[in-house]
């Protein structure tokens, strides 16, 4: 969402809201948003409630059959919606299958709230779904509490559509990953790396900050690194190039940044919040490390599945040495203006000015040239 403009009306008249749907925001913001929202959590449970929250839509999609578009889809919402919504008023779960809700229209892969539902029942209560006598493992659920959760799912729908402004468009880093490893003549190997490391990127922030390409790009850039950083490279075949040769093109500037509209020091900057995310998940030794694939749900889904991209090889210590090394080398950040002024705080915000029935509120996709 983007920064909303008042016009206070007249007694008579309601005031009136012009909202514009900004697709990315500064880091600036996304940190000023975070804090804004988090109240009393720390940082470290801001990210713990976070990754909870998606390891709850792996689980829910995977067990649906929903695809990984419509899985990372919902997760970024999950996120959008926390930098204009309280933790302290949202739990995560209504918020997640709200998420999952909106993204399956956004990807055509549209589910009922009640299935969505039903799918989450089953990943919350797996011994109650194990005994279920259901063909498909439905739990046999009080029907004034399934519609209670319908009722919330929906309203909290209503705030997630009218935060992205009604802009169901939707682009993925997926496909970019494909299509810029052939142009570096990427192994199939390390293209399966910089895969898996995209849909962990789905699991931060950086998808808020950064196009989609721009993040496809950067995984290629960490796959090649994690690679190759204390690593034996295995022999490339003759038509692709090494990962080492990888580093080098991607870890400077050079004319690929004009080719794939990208600069160095954003693929840095996503590499490093990739690597927090891996340290903190090889450090969490009870994580369910083999991810399940959506398009074949397995009938007892884990109620968290955590996709830990790094090789086995890699302990926490050597992804720290590595992000140690990255600084040591690391390129100057450029400058990115702040997309919301420092009145916004003065201004109302998502909460204050989302879901409510009073007054009008006009949604647009472009930015806003002016203040």
């Known amino acids: 969402m983007d920064t909303l403009y008042r016009d206070p009306g007249t007694a008579n008249q309601p005031s009136t809201y012009t909202q514009y749907h900004r697709p990315y925001f500064a880091p600036y913001d996304v940190v000023r948003l975070s804090e804004k929202q988090r109240g009393k959590l720390s940082t470290s449970q801001e990210e713990k409630a976070r990754q909870q929250a998606c390891g709850f839509a792996e689980s829910v999609g995977a067990k649906i059959g929903f695809p990984r578009k419509t899985i990372a889809t ?4 999950y996120h959008r919606f926390h930098l204009f919504f309280s933790r302290r008023d949202f739990g995560y779960q209504e918020v997640t299958l709200a998420a999952l809700y909106v993204s399956s229209k956004m990807h055509d892969t549209l589910k009922k709230p009640r299935e969505i539902l039903m799918a989450s029942y089953a990943v919350r209560f797996p011994e109650q779904a194990a005994r279920s006598k259901s063909i498909v493992g439905e739990i046999d659920m009080d029907p004034v509490v399934l519609e209670q959760d ?7 729908e209503r705030l997630i559509v009218e935060l992205i402004c009604f802009n169901f468009t939707s682009s993925m880093p997926f496909p970019y990953v494909i299509k810029v490893g052939r142009e570096l003549k990427a192994s199939k190997k390390l293209t399966k790396l910089a895969w898996r490391l995209t849909i962990d990127s789905q699991r931060t922030l950086v998808a808020l900050q950064h196009p989609p390409h721009v993040v496809a790009i950067a ?21 692709c190039c090494s990962n080492h040769e990888i580093v080098a093109i991607l870890g400077g500037h050079g004319p690929w940044e004009k080719k794939f509209q990208a600069q160095v020091d954003d693929l840095e900057a996503i590499s490093h919040a990739l690597l927090d995310l891996l340290i903190s998940q090889v450090q969490n030794h009870s994580a369910n490390t083999t991810p399940n694939t959506p398009s074949s749900p397995s009938p007892h889904v884990s109620r968290v599945v955590l996709h830990v991209a790094a090789p086995a090889s890699y302990t926490s210590d050597q992804l720290m040495r590595l992000k140690i090394a990255m600084r040591e080398n690391e390129h100057s950040p450029r400058s990115r203006m702040a997309m919301l002024g420092d009145g916004y705080h003065d201004s109302p915000d998502g909460a204050d000015a989302i ?13 806003h040239s002016g203040a």
Do not use: I
């Not at 319908?150 to 909290?156: E, G, H, S």
């Not at 879901?355 to 930015?367: A, Q, S, W, Y």
């Open 355 to 367: 879901g409510r029935n009073e007054g009008t509120v006009r949604f647009l996709f472009g930015p």
């Open 219 to 239: 995984c290629l850039y960490l796959a090649a690194l994690l690679s190759t950083f204390e690593q034996s490279e295995t022999q490339a075949s003759p038509e």
């Open 74 to 77: 919902a997760q970024n919402l």
């Open 150 to 156: 319908r009722q919330k799912l929906l309203a909290v």
